[in-house]
């Protein structure tokens, strides 16, 4: 089976209607970054972090996944498909995705804020403002906040690097260093940007295929034209 890593960003979720950082009347409109999104800020105003993380919970527990999230889910019919997301939702995993990989935190998850190898699933959307994790530390949304290292980069990296086939779906590549993972790519493999934009694909040295499409609508056709191709070769 060939192997095809799937490297998703906001585009994707934001067919769902989940509102994306850079959405002008989204949920991040009410909010600064630094005050939601850093490890000073949970410090410093810990009720209005946890608040607006469950805000962005219940917001995504009422989104449903899209064509593209069930595209991608599919394609692990003929293929040995890894995903590697930006996004924090959990519409792959809800699509049917089994083998995701967040660069930047679960959602639907809280971590220790002593331990960050202690995680715990949250169940619902609302996590108390005191809640401790068993080590008696405050509990924190399982995010990787502005500032903050992104742990699961290495591991994104050698699964880019083995990869047969790198679909890059719904993400502008600024986003750093997740930008960098199409890097890895080895030469001669193939890349698909799935994007209606223009995304910054001029530092790519590999074959890009450029689908001018929503994700919800490309990777519906990129699904097809992959199947077609792999399963005829």
């Known amino acids: 089976m060939k192997k095809i890593v799937v490297f998703t960003g906001a585009g994707v979720s934001a067919d769902s209607g989940v509102a994306t950082f850079r959405?002008?009347?989204?949920?991040?409109?009410?909010?600064?970054?630094?005050?939601v999104c850093t490890p000073e800020a949970l410090r410093n105003n810990r009720a209005q972090v946890v608040e607006f993380y469950n805000m962005r919970r219940k917001e995504s527990l009422s989104k449903e996944p899209n064509a593209g999230h069930y595209a991608i889910a599919r394609m692990e019919e003929w293929a040995e498909?890894?995903?590697?997301?930006?996004?924090?939702?959990?519409?792959h995993e809800r699509a049917g995705s089994k083998n995701v990989l967040h660069l930047h935190g679960e959602l639907m998850k809280l971590r220790s804020e002593r331990n960050p190898n202690l995680i715990y699933d949250i169940d619902g959307w609302e996590q108390?403002?005191?809640?401790?994790?068993?080590?008696?530390?405050?509990?924190?949304?399982?995010?990787v906040f502005f500032g903050e290292d992104v742990p699961m980069f290495n591991p994104a990296c050698r699964i880019v690097e083995d990869?047969?086939?790198?679909?890059?779906?719904?993400?502008?590549?600024?986003?750093?260093?997740?930008?960098?993972?199409?890097?890895?790519?080895?030469?001669?493999?193939?890349?698909?940007?799935?994007?209606?934009?223009?995304?910054d694909i001029s530092r790519i040295r590999n074959e890009v295929i450029h689908i001018q499409e929503r994700g919800a609508i490309g990777m519906p056709q990129l699904e097809q034209q992959l199947k077609e191709q792999l399963l005829k070769g």
């Open 128 to 143: 108390p403002l005191d809640e401790k994790a068993e080590d008696g530390a405050l509990l924190r949304p399982h995010i």
């Open 163 to 199: 990869a047969d086939i790198l679909v890059v779906v719904g993400t502008s590549l600024q986003v750093y260093p997740a930008a960098y993972l199409v890097d890895y790519a080895k030469a001669g493999t193939p890349i698909y940007v799935v994007d209606p934009g223009t995304p």
């Open 81 to 91: 498909v890894i995903v590697i997301t930006q996004n924090v939702d959990n519409l």
């Open 23 to 35: 959405d002008a009347n989204g949920l991040w409109a009410n909010y600064r970054v630094e005050d």
